[in-house]
């Protein structure tokens, strides 16, 4: 049994050790794009690997994160003629030689612990590069013991971080002084270890050293749909994160140093450190560097990983890195009013084709539902959807129809984050989409079905494509942006607004759209301008259009719901005041009814909790907030990049795909429709 037992050990090590390999990939790959400057860890990575965007951007924020608290100990400790940095688990991380190059390190001794293999492999590489041996001096002492590698301001020691008995021992030997300042850093490293374990290092560490700081980055939130996927992917690479289940968020690992005999202790999730460390000039530097439109996961992935300072002793002026944070915090928790039971719609024959996000569906006939394009699974792979997909309500069932494309020429091309609006009875109007980042000028597209067509036909939906004479290049050339039927003067108009383009990050313009001419009128609107954004929210009401939510400029959602009011000679901007405010979020869906607004997921940035359900009322802007109850489901539902159709005669949501791609975790396709009922909180306000 004790064989079993170490051998299950040693092969859960080895995974362990195999998330540096990764890891470093990653970091070198940033590096290559320019996103920090770091010549050194190309000597670590023996095969390159160009990672994808959201990957940069998530590597970039931690790197920029360990590095502005490293600074900040070096920049207090300054006064000392002798100072301490002690990494866990360093791998192959190269902060010892960036800082060294740039002349930090003055007065100061780095000492690295990790697995004695990987140690091992990393001095090797040290030796046999030259550019590596100049910064430190030479090849090295002979090996003796645990310690791998060692000069006069670094030693390399391998040891097992859960053995603290050896690791202490180690330590000693290598030289390590707890009478001068020191800095203890760990990323992504405590988690893995046994809790008992990890609880024991940071409380020994609080002893052994009176004057420290210990720096931590991990993930955290394992309850909902992102952090479910997130420990799935550790669990199938054998390095589950056993921190998680004790410490589930930023105030329970607080209170777990603080516990442990540490003095102070200040921790943000990692979109509170991006949006408030990070100047605004150097966001739009890394915004410039390559494509990008994953803000959902990214958003998702920052509120999943946090950084921890905590301090102790006298001898220096140590002060909580993150008091002196700006005007910003995570949002408030919300007040929930009751939660929604979600349940897997019933489909009378097998569904496929709506694992996808980034699509559109849209009623064009009553129970009758066509989604269109997106990012999905079609024949086991991950592709653009070009196909389009007709859902058919009879009584209490939903069954697949199925669509014939007339005319199905390149105009279509498979679109993400476009619009598809129901203008008639047999016909919608495509506007605007994107294939990626830099191609997005994919124009209007009507779709015209047959005018008689209902619930009951034969399941065979046809839909032909028509290109009509282009309304205004920028009106289409936009994605995440909406398009809403309002009136003016009798006539109606598709009210196109905001979004994004392959050169503007964030739109705040609008255009009318004459929908019998098919042409841009310019109708006079007074009020103030709203922000501009995008994956905001759009519905008809009273004439005019609703306008909730969505991402501004500054990459932070909004929480602004907006009225275009139809006036006499046009129309007028007009805020609608909620009670309380409605906490800001994007890519989420909308819909009215009786009067109410109905927002449906999204993304938000109050990490705790996973938007549901915010019913508005409208008359008086009183907001309730209700959570989606997923018990039912046996897969994690995530509502953003979704569709959903609301059925009034029903009082039902019907929520269609939805999904991302989950950082390095693999890419989320919710596997089916689902229905929520809404008629009690519709009934209850």
């Known amino acids: ?86 990494s866990f688990g360093a791998g192959f991380d190269s902060l010892y030689f960036r800082l060294k190059a740039v002349g930090l390190l003055s007065c100061t001794v780095v000492y690295e612990v990790d697995f004695p293999s990987v140690a091992s492999r990393k001095a090797a590489l040290i030796k046999g590069t030259k550019d590596l041996a100049v910064v430190v001096g030479g090849v090295g002492r002979r090996e003796s013991g645990a310690m791998s590698f060692a000069v006069e301001d670094y030693k390399l020691l391998g040891v097992d971080l859960s053995e603290l008995s050896k690791l202490k021992k180690a330590l000693k030997e290598a030289g390590l002084d707890p ?7 760990a990323e992504v490293v405590l988690t893995y270890m046994e809790i008992s374990r990890s609880d024991a290092l940071i409380q020994w560490a609080a002893q052994h050293f009176p004057c420290a700081q210990f720096v931590l980055y991990e993930q955290m939130h394992p309850e909902d749909a992102f952090g479910r996927i997130m420990q799935q992917h550790f669990s199938r690479l054998n390095s589950g994160l056993l921190a998680l289940a004790q410490y589930p968020d930023c105030e329970a690992q607080r209170r777990r140093f603080l516990q442990r005999g540490w003095a102070e202790c200040s921790v943000i999730d990692m979109n509170e450190f991006y949006a408030n460390f990070i100047p605004e000039d150097e966001r739009r530097r890394v915004q410039a560097l390559e494509p990008f439109d994953e803000y959902e996961e990214w958003h998702l992935k920052c509120s999943h990983y946090f950084i921890l300072v905590a301090s102790k002793g006298e001898e220096l002026a140590w002060t909580p890195l993150f008091s002196k944070m700006p005007a910003f915090s995570a949002d408030d928790p919300p007040r929930v009013a009751g939660s929604i039971s979600a349940s897997v719609c019933t489909i009378d024959s097998e569904i496929v084709g709506l694992r996808r996000y980034g699509h559109h569906s849209v009623l064009i006939k009553p129970h009758v539902v066509l989604t269109t394009g997106g990012f999905g699974e ?96 920028l009106a289409s050339s936009r994605w995440r942006h909406t398009t809403t039927e309002v009136m003016c003067q009798g006539q109606k108009y598709l009210f196109i607004y ?49 306008i909730a939510g969505g991402l501004g400029a500054a990459e932070q959602p909004l929480n602004s719901v907006l009225f275009l009011r139809p006036t006499g000679s046009g129309f007028q901007w007009q805020s609608v ?24 997921g999204g993304v938000w940035l109050h990490s705790a909790s996973v938007p549901g359900v915010t019913v508005i009322d409208l008359m008086t802007g009183f907001s309730l907030d209700y959570q989606i109850d997923t018990v039912s489901l046996k897969w994690p539902l995530m509502l953003h990049n979704h569709s959903s159709i609301f059925l009034p005669d029903k009082r039902e949501l019907l929520l269609i795909g939805g999904g991302g791609n989950c950082f390095s975790f693999g890419t989320h396709l919710n596997l089916h429709p689902v229905c929520l009922g809404l008629s009690n909180i519709l009934t209850s306000q």
């Open 1 to 86: 049994m004790g064989r079993r037992r170490s051998g299950r050990r040693a092969a859960r090590d080895e995974a362990i050790q195999g998330t540096n390999d990764s890891s470093i990939v990653s970091k070198c790959s940033t590096a290559a794009l320019g996103y920090m400057q770091d010549g050194f860890l190309q000597y670590f990575v023996t095969k390159r690997c160009r990672r994808a965007s959201l990957i940069h951007w998530g590597y970039y924020v931690r790197a920029r994160a360990v590095d502005h608290c490293v600074r900040e100990f070096l920049l207090q400790s300054q006064g000392h003629p002798r100072r301490q940095i002690l």
């Open 179 to 185: 009478e001068v300042p020191t800095m203890l850093l």
């Open 378 to 473: 079609q024949n086991g792979r991950h592709c653009r959807l070009r196909d389009f997909h007709v859902l058919i309500r009879h009584e209490d069932n939903w069954r697949v129809g199925s669509v014939r494309m007339e005319k199905p020429d390149n105009t279509w091309g498979g679109r993400l984050f476009h619009t598809v609006t129901c203008v008639s009875g047999s016909q919608a109007l495509a506007v605007g989409g994107r294939m990626s980042p830099t191609n997005a000028d994919l124009g209007i597209l009507w779709l015209r079905f047959p005018d008689s067509m209902t619930a009951s036909d034969p399941d065979c939906v046809v839909v032909e494509l028509v290109s009509p004479q282009p309304a205004e290049d």
């Open 498 to 546: 905001g979004g994004r383009s392959a050169v503007q990050p964030v739109l705040g313009d609008w255009y009318f759209l004459h929908l019998e001419e098919f042409s841009c009128r310019r109708i006079p609107v007074g009020g103030p301008v709203p922000e501009g954004r995008h994956s905001h929210s759009a519905c008809s009401w009273d004439g005019g259009a609703l």
């Open 577 to 600: 005041e909620t009670h309380p405010p409605f906490i800001p979020r994007y890519s989420h869906t909308a819909h009215v009814h009786d009067g109410k607004l109905l927002l449906v």
